[in-house]
């Protein structure tokens, strides 16, 4: 029994070492890498024949969700191009214990930027740019800021989003286009009940409430689980609905499906969702237009800003006026949709850009948020 | 709220409930068979993971959603020799295996997807084909009836007959009587002649099968895109519901469709302006509640033997 339990120790001590190795090993190699880049910078500067090359890193989750973190990806795969950038993708996946560590290894590796953040990594983002002051950060998509030297951050209007997607939904429902019913009712899809998602819906509630349009919210509380969003669709059109919007990332696909099975419409969003599904025509077919937060624009913007040697601090919030957040106008849209119905939702669009409508935000607002959504979500009489 | 009843006492409620339950009766009834013969297998999830995923790129390899299947089972199957293999081979906890093949296979199908179709989040650049939704002629016609047995997808009515080869297996037939024995206690089994580690592959294989169909039923007509981690939980409640039921085939059965009654209800309720914090912790309540009943009559039971 004894020479059990020393074995045991031994081996625990062993594995005690190795794990002290593996910890301390990247913390060892890491400064000559640094001093190496630190280096190439310094010959960068002394010969000004050699352009500097600005060493750009995009740290998300995952790509591959055919809508937000590739949109990102996209914006990174724009600035690769340009001669003097090199881009590193990190994907961080979806355990947030590790998060932190891989915010930190990104402070020591030479960046000239690190983009970053969102609703679900700010923690670590700005505990990072907290912790490492001379490092350029940029949070392409915030939801709390908090003010530091080195960060700059931009949000998007996303209750002008909604407000988009609420008129172009509303109209829809009571055009006579060939799905649309008599029932003045649309749904909408939503990933999860929390302030940062409800900011797609507060928008849409307001434009459909006062076109006199219910709304349908479903929140399947998952943003992989497409089976449910696909039930919680299907009940919106078995209740009326002609038109829903998914707002549920992966799981919103499900919306699709439903769509297609009731033979009715879908909005898509973050990006063009009909080339998300090329795959699958009778799907894609569902898609009136997408619903765009264009995050790569954003990130392009960032790096330009950053050689144009302008880097900025502090946060903004882009919308349609910048052209930010809007509506994807492909050769679909304009085939389903009639003429007069895509000129009245121009017009809408217009008048947010012009700033004559004031859009009511889930996230600034909870009050009116509250009170909007039981107006909206009541049965019409 | 009289809105609300109309919806639930609806023809098609009803068959919401039967799409709800269809992959959650697989997934009990795989844990139900597997730990039936004593090999609790708790890698129904992955199974259906992988499965749901082959059935995707099978069918979209050969551009038929028959030998989509085929593949889809093959891959359910090989996942359960894995389980078999290491459990029954090489003696290793069936609990540790099961929890390798789930993180293995949350993971592993991310890798096939990648590989396929440089995506990490669905299929929905591959051209899948799914199964046909089946209208039954004379059963269309009857209400109610029509609800549940006519208009579904494919895999339903493999359901329905496998459920009825499975209650016949187990009750009816000398290798269902050997399962149990294997699972009661595996020293009388062996004693009694009975080659318990053949019993024993059988019960898992059949149990990578239900979970396989279980899975390639998400991709092949309920939805026709893998999406990642699209299982999303149906497996483990398969497994809570095995648990509740124990060795009764029929208290497994109305088990699972009492969560996906619950289910079916959350959604409806999910609608209406309430709570949405509150609306999807029904299942889980009822689950809780269904535990809590069971535990006081077996307690109860228990006091009188």
């Known amino acids: 029994m004894k020479k059990i339990i020393t074995v045991i120790l031994v081996l625990m001590m062993a594995l005690g070492m190795f794990a002290c190795v593996a910890t301390t090993a990247p913390a060892t190699e890491e400064p000559p890498a640094e001093a190496t880049a630190a280096a190439e910078q310094t010959e960068a500067t002394e010969a000004p024949a050699?352009?500097?090359?600005?060493?750009?890193?995009?740290?998300?989750?995952?790509?591959?969700?055919?809508?937000?973190?590739?949109?990102?990806?996209?914006?990174?795969?724009?600035?690769?191009?340009?001669?003097?950038?090199?881009?590193?993708?990190?994907?961080?996946?979806?355990?947030?214990?590790?998060?932190?560590?891989?915010?930190?290894?990104?402070?020591?590796?030479?960046?000239?930027?690190?983009?970053?953040?969102?609703?679900?990594?700010?923690?670590?983002?700005?505990?990072?740019?907290?912790?490492?002051?001379?490092?350029?950060?940029?949070?392409?998509?915030?939801?709390?800021?908090?003010?530091?030297?080195?960060?700059?951050?931009?949000?998007?209007?996303?209750?002008?989003?909604?407000?988009?997607?609420?008129?172009?939904?509303?109209?829809?429902?009571?055009?006579?286009?060939?799905?649309?019913?008599?029932?003045?009712?649309?749904?909408?899809?939503?990933?999860?009940?929390?302030?940062?998602?409800?900011?797609?819906?507060?928008?849409?509630?307001?434009?459909?409430?006062?076109?006199?349009?219910?709304?349908?919210?479903?929140?399947?509380?998952s943003f992989t689980d497409s089976a449910k969003a696909k039930e919680i669709a299907l009940n919106m059109y078995a209740q009326g609905a002609d038109v829903v919007w998914q707002v549920a990332g992966g799981?919103?696909?499900?919306?699709?499906?439903?769509?297609?099975?009731?033979?009715?419409?879908?909005?898509?969003?973050?990006?063009?969702?009909?080339?998300?599904?090329?795959?699958?025509?009778?799907?894609?077919?569902?898609?009136?237009?997408?619903?765009?937060?264009?995050?790569g624009a954003s990130v392009k913007y960032a790096v330009d800003m950053l050689i144009a040697g302008t880097y900025p601090t502090g946060a903004k919030t882009l919308g349609i006026k910048e052209g930010a957040v809007g509506l994807i106008q492909n050769q679909q849209y304009i085939d389903m949709v009639p003429q007069e119905i895509r000129d009245q939702i121009d017009a809408q669009v217009a008048k947010v850009a012009a700033g004559e409508v004031t859009v009511i935000s889930a996230l600034a607002d909870d009050a009116a948020w509250q009170d909007i959504k039981a107006k909206a979500t009541a049965p019409l009489n | 709220m009289s809105e609300f009843l109309s919806v639930i006492f609806s023809e098609e409620f009803l068959s919401t409930v039967i799409r709800v339950l269809v992959p959650l009766l697989f997934a009990s009834m795989s844990a139900y068979i597997a730990s039936l013969a004593g090999i609790p297998n708790i890698a129904v999830e992955g199974i259906m993971l992988m499965s749901a995923l082959f059935a995707v790129l099978g069918s979209y390899w050969t551009q038929s959603s028959w030998l989509g299947l085929l593949i889809s089972i093959g891959a359910g199957l090989v996942m359960a020799l894995i389980l078999i293999l290491c459990t029954i081979k090489m003696g290793t906890n069936p609990i540790l295996v099961g929890i390798a093949l789930n993180t293995f296979s949350a993971s592993f199908t991310v890798f096939l997807l990648y590989l396929f179709t440089q995506n990490k989040g669905t299929s929905a650049s591959l051209a899948s084909i799914v199964l046909p939704i089946v209208n039954v002629p004379i059963i269309e016609k009857i209400p109610v009836l029509r609800a549940i047995f006519s208009g579904q997808y494919t895999i339903t009515y493999v359901c329905i007959l496998s459920m009825i080869l499975l209650a016949v297996l187990v009750y009816q037939t000398p290798l269902g009587m050997r399962m149990k024995a294997a699972g009661l206690d595996e020293r009388a089994a062996k004693t009694a002649g009975i080659d318990v580690n053949k019993v024993r592959i059988i019960a898992v294989l059949i149990s990578g099968l239900l979970a396989a169909l279980g899975g390639a039923y998400m991709t092949t007509g309920y939805l026709s895109i893998f999406t990642k981690n699209m299982i999303a939980g149906r497996g483990w409640i398969g497994i809570a519901a095995q648990a509740m039921g124990g060795t009764n085939m029929l208290g497994v059965a109305i088990t699972t469709f009492v969560f996906s009654l619950f289910q079916a209800v959350t959604n409806v309720f999910s609608l209406y302006d309430l709570p949405s914090e509150l609306i999807n912790i029904i299942p889980y309540v009822g689950v809780l509640l269904g535990i809590i009943i069971f535990s006081v009559s077996t307690y109860r039971n228990s006091k009188k033997g």
């Open chain 1, 251 to 295: 799981a919103g696909l499900g919306v699709f499906e439903a769509a297609a099975e009731a033979d009715k419409y879908a909005f898509g969003v973050d990006s063009d969702q009909t080339i998300a599904l090329s795959g699958q025509p009778n799907l894609a077919a569902t898609i009136v237009t997408s619903f765009y937060k264009d995050c």
């Open chain 1, 50 to 221: 050699a352009e500097k090359i600005y060493k750009v890193a995009v740290l998300v989750p995952f790509i591959g969700d055919q809508s937000y973190f590739d949109s990102v990806n996209a914006g990174r795969l724009a600035v690769e191009d340009y001669p003097n950038v090199e881009t590193t993708l990190i994907e961080m996946g979806e355990d947030k214990s590790k998060w932190e560590s891989y915010y930190l290894d990104a402070c020591e590796g030479g960046y000239d930027l690190i983009v970053g953040g969102n609703n679900d990594a700010e923690e670590y983002f700005y505990a990072a740019a907290k912790q490492y002051p001379d490092q350029k950060f940029f949070n392409f998509d915030y939801v709390n800021h908090v003010e530091l030297p080195n960060v700059f951050a931009v949000t998007y209007n996303t209750p002008e989003l909604g407000y988009v997607a609420g008129t172009a939904a509303s109209l829809i429902t009571q055009s006579s286009m060939p799905k649309a019913n008599a029932e003045k009712i649309v749904g909408i899809v939503v990933g999860m009940d929390f302030p940062a998602m409800n900011d797609f819906v507060s928008g849409f509630c307001q434009i459909c409430y006062e076109n006199g349009v219910q709304v349908l919210i479903g929140y399947p509380e």
